[in-house]
Every structure is written in structure tokens, then in C-alpha cells.
């Protein structure tokens, strides 16, 4: 019997908007758009699959 292990390919990501360098914690997979809570400019776009991520980014958090 085969057993297969399962990693976790996705990944939590702290990024900083790039027009009011706020600190924001966002899914790298995201389903809906992702909004700077701030000033309210768009952090990433969904794509199918990996989200576009239009902010710099910090750290990845596993």
C-alpha cells in the first residue's frame, strides 16, 4: 500500500502597500480581491489558482 503525503502548498504572507507602507497579513491564494485596509488600494487579484500579489513582500509564514 502506497501512502501519499499531503504538504501545504499555500502559504500566509505579510506584504506592504506600496502607496501607505501599511503592514498587512494576506493569503497567497486568495478567492476575492485584497484591499489595503488603510488607504483601500488592491494588494492582490485572483487568478485560479496563486493570487497576484501587487504589494511587496515581507515575509512568508508556512
Excluded: W, Y
Excluded at 506584504?15 to 484591499?35: G, H, M, S
Amino acid at each position: 500500500m502506497v501512502q501519499l503525503t499531503r504538504e501545504n502548498r499555500s502559504k500566509f504572507l505579510k506584504v506592504k502597500c506600496p502607496d501607505c507602507e501599511n503592514e498587512q497579513l494576506i493569503f497567497d491564494r486568495a478567492c476575492t480581491p485584497v484591499n489595503c485596509i488603510v488607504c483601500g488600494s488592491s494588494l492582490a487579484t485572483p487568478t485560479g489558482g496563486k493570487a497576484q500579489i501587487k504589494a511587496e513582500i515581507i515575509t512568508a509564514f508556512e
